[in-house]
């Protein structure tokens, strides 16, 4: 009762010598391969380890992506804050209030008598920067609208339509009506 099943087998002509060489030799391969024979316990936990590194590396990548996305949110965020700071317009000596709401709050910012004018006639438009507001260019606000609209309180953009169907078109507005 010595023998191998595999000697036994051979006794019995049931397989060839080179069968049962070929045999020998995979199965030697599998043990060199896996380093030693596996047993179904540790096949397991291999295979839990495995899933764990997985599972890890999938929630590493949704970090990864959730700080990526966060990252260009602020950069968003200052480039528009950049953009505002460099082309703002100086109020410096208004003696003109202009007042405007931000959400449902009534302010009120004091200009000159000429950015007056061009904030009304759609030429400068305001904005507002942290607890702050400027007085921009009208193309610098339609950039900050493009990227964040709700930060443009002011852009009075004229618009044909609306006076080719206003009633009181043919009359003259006068020049010192101040809102």
Do not use: C
Request: proline share 3%; aromatic share 4%; glycine share 4%.
């Amino acid at each position: 009762m010595g023998n191998s099943l595999q000697e036994q087998l051979l006794k019995a002509g049931l397989v060839n010598e080179q069968k049962l060489k070929q045999t020998r030799t995979t199965k030697r391969k599998q043990v060199k391969q896996t380093g030693q024979l596996v047993s179904p316990a540790e096949q397991e936990a291999r295979q839990a380890a495995q899933r764990a590194q997985t599972e890890k590396a999938t929630r590493d990548r949704e970090l990864n992506r959730k700080r990526q996305e966060e990252a260009a949110l602020r950069a968003a965020e200052n480039e528009i804050r950049q953009l505002i700071h460099v082309h703002r317009v100086v109020r410096d000596g208004g003696d003109l209030a202009y007042n405007f709401t931000d959400g449902n709050t009534l302010k009120r910012i004091h200009v000159s008598k000429e950015q007056h004018a061009r904030l009304v006639s759609g030429k400068l438009a305001i904005v507002r920067q942290d607890a702050f507001y400027e007085v921009i260019p009208a193309e610098i606000a339609e950039r900050v609208m493009a990227r964040e609209a709700s930060l443009v309180l002011v852009f009075n953009r004229p618009t044909e339509e609306a006076s080719a169907d206003d009633p009181y078109a043919d009359f003259q507005v006068p020049d010192d009506l101040m809102w």
